[in-house]
């Protein structure tokens, strides 16, 4: 086996909330103190959602695309950060998104994050500003350009 193979799927909300829970409570309820009634929203039903599996089949990364066209709750579990989860992911979720016909996606950066984002092609916008008690971006990505 393949040290640190994953791969990417598409996930049902329903079906697979548990495997969400077992990436996005560690990582944003957890680690960055964000409050569990924050975390879950009336969004998470009406969302596509992806996530990243490693070779034993457990959750390891998850995002989201919103009916808003935003990238959202995107988190990768400690142990798998840098090797390649997150930009997975973010491609996926980007194909997703284009595959939609969307003309740009855009989200909300936490700030430690900004040079992930600029390094996929996103351009910052606007303020830094606070949600849920974290530094965050807006950032957005012009689809009729990107992989051109």
């Not at 969302?47 to 919103?66: K, M, W, Y």
């Not at 709750?73 to 284009?98: F, N, P, S, Y």
């Amino acid at each position: 086996m393949i040290q640190n193979a994953f791969r990417i799927i598409d996930a049902d909300y329903a079906r697979d909330i548990a495997k969400l829970r077992a990436v996005r409570e560690p990582v944003f309820v957890l680690e960055q103190q964000v409050p569990l009634a924050l975390e879950w929203d009336a969004l998470d039903p009406e969302c596509r959602h992806v996530l990243a599996l490693d070779a034993n089949e457990r959750p390891i990364g998850t995002g989201r695309l919103t009916p808003m066209r935003t990238i959202g709750r995107m988190a990768v579990l400690a142990e798998w950060r840098g090797k390649g989860v997150g930009d997975g992911l973010l491609h996926h979720l980007i194909g997703l998104a284009q595959a939609a016909g969307w003309p740009s996606v855009s989200l909300h950066a936490q700030v430690e994050a900004i040079g992930f984002y600029l390094k996929h092609g996103f351009m910052a916008e606007g303020d830094i500003y606070n949600e849920a008690g974290i530094p965050h971006q807006t950032m957005t990505l012009d689809l009729t350009s990107h992989g051109n």
